[in-house]
């Protein structure tokens, strides 16, 4: 399979490959299989009853403990934090060992099951992983933090089959002006956007939430703009432009900055996703959506004659 952002990792103890990868920005695909799986037990149990017991998207499990997605029955509930909770903890000491420039600092998102088809699921636009985006917004103000995502696919059979159009430069380069992106002024904290905090940390000290997983920030605003866009706007998805598509084997697995690589899953049923908030100062800042956004001139200067 080659690919202009897939990059092959043929060993993943290599020092450094891992983050050179991510830093491209690319998709690092594991040609080992550096995570323990469930037991055969576990995998049977989520592929053949969690589809059946499902009661939103995914099931998925919150660095507090919280198990969302499962329904109601507490031996299920039970049985899912256990399996999820091995594989977070399994990853997050992955992600330390093998690529700790990366790792130094990250918060956890969460750990996440994928138990149905992707393919025909009637979701909306903005909920549909068969559209090409790039990830925004779903973990409160990051301010330019990066989101890493690491998937398993646990199909005993199929692979699961992505499509992309590039990387976050590619798509900035073609649509910067439309999104309204290629100024540094997008990451500018309007009235708008000072009001929207100042009501966040008030019903932060009222309920005791943590203001960072309600809050935004410019930056978040503008990536989910660029996120809505390219969901909802046609021409983009049938743009050729940069369109290849990926086909991941059963029981492999691959690490990519989701904010960084263009990316929808057309196909596939049976995946572990675990997602991490990473400093944007642990990355080379160049491939950097931030970045890339800040230097919006430079962004704009690159765009081919028309």
Same mark, same amino acid.
């Given at each position: 399979m080659t690919s202009s952002v897939l990059i092959p990792i043929p060993t993943s103890d290599e020092p450094g490959a891992i983050a050179d990868a991510l830093a491209r920005p690319g998709i690092a695909w594991l040609q080992d299989q550096p995570f323990p799986l469930p037991s055969e037990a576990d995998l049977q149990f989520f592929r053949d009853e969690l589809p059946k017991?499902?009661?939103r998207k995914n099931v998925s499990l919150y660095p507090n403990g919280t198990l969302k997605g499962a329904g109601a029955d507490a031996a299920v509930i039970e049985r899912?934090?256990?399996v999820l909770s091995a594989r977070m903890q399994s990853v997050t000491a992955?992600?330390?060992r093998c690529a700790p420039s990366v790792a130094k600092g990250m918060r956890l998102g969460t750990t996440s099951f994928r138990p149905i088809e992707e393919q025909g699921r009637d979701l909306s636009a903005h909920a549909s992983n068969e559209l090409i985006h790039v990830d925004a917004g779903a973990y409160? @103000?990051? !301010?330019g933090d990066r989101i890493l995502r690491v998937f398993t696919n646990v199909n005993p059979s199929l692979p699961r089959v992505w499509t992309t159009k590039g990387d976050i430069h590619a798509v900035l380069r073609r649509y910067a002006d439309r999104v309204g992106l290629s100024s540094p002024a997008a990451l500018a904290q309007g009235p708008f956007g000072k009001l929207y905090s100042a009501l966040c940390r008030g019903l932060g000290f009222v309920t005791g939430l943590p203001t960072t997983a309600i809050d935004t920030s410019p930056y978040d605003r503008a990536m989910r703009r660029l996120h809505n866009f390219m969901?909802?706007?046609p021409a983009f998805q049938s743009d050729? @432009?940069? !369109?290849?598509e990926l086909s991941f084997p059963p029981f492999s697995s691959w690490l990519v900055f989701t904010d960084a690589v263009s990316h929808?899953?057309?196909?596939?049923q049976f995946a572990f996703v675990d997602t991490f908030i990473i400093p944007r100062e642990n990355v080379a800042a160049a491939s950097a959506p931030w970045s890339l956004i800040e230097r919006g001139v430079a962004v704009r200067a690159a765009l081919p004659p028309s």
């Open positions: 017991r499902l009661d899912v934090r256990r992955f992600l330390e409160g @103000a990051t !301010h969901k909802d706007t050729p @432009a940069g !369109h290849e929808a899953c057309i196909r596939g």
